[in-house]
């Protein structure tokens, strides 16, 4: 029993000193880093990107990727005003995620 309360009292103080929580930032913008990329796997090739609530384009313009800032991305994917698929992604600098629609 005397473990537990033990126990009990440093979890506590952790948890009062903010030791156990820390916010992350959801966006992080490091000056002169290099874009990462979005690659899309199984979409069709009429269906638009959407990032951030912005229109990339069509899938079919975007073989290469599309080239984006490094950090938390909100994508869909829409074909003929449906969402086809929708995620968050975060892009790393310089590399390269894929998105894998069903």
């Known amino acids: 029993m005397k473990t537990k309360a033990v126990v009990l009292t440093a979890l506590c103080a952790a948890l009062a000193a903010g030791g156990c929580v820390q916010n992350?930032?959801?966006r992080e913008a490091v000056q002169g880093a290099p874009?990462?990329?979005?690659?899309?796997?199984?979409?069709?090739?009429?269906?638009?990107?959407?990032?951030?609530?912005?229109?990339?384009?069509p899938v079919s313009a975007l073989a290469r990727g599309a080239a984006l800032t490094p950090g938390r991305?909100?994508?869909a994917v829409t074909q003929g005003g449906r969402v086809l698929h929708a995620q968050t992604v975060m892009v790393a600098a310089g590399a390269q995620a894929v998105v894998v629609l069903p």
């Not at 069709?44 to 229109?55: C, H, K």
């Open 24 to 26: 992350y930032p959801t």
């Open 35 to 57: 874009a990462g990329v979005l690659k899309l796997s199984n979409a069709p090739a009429d269906a638009r990107l959407i990032v951030d609530g912005r229109d990339m384009g």
């Open 73 to 75: 991305h909100e994508i």
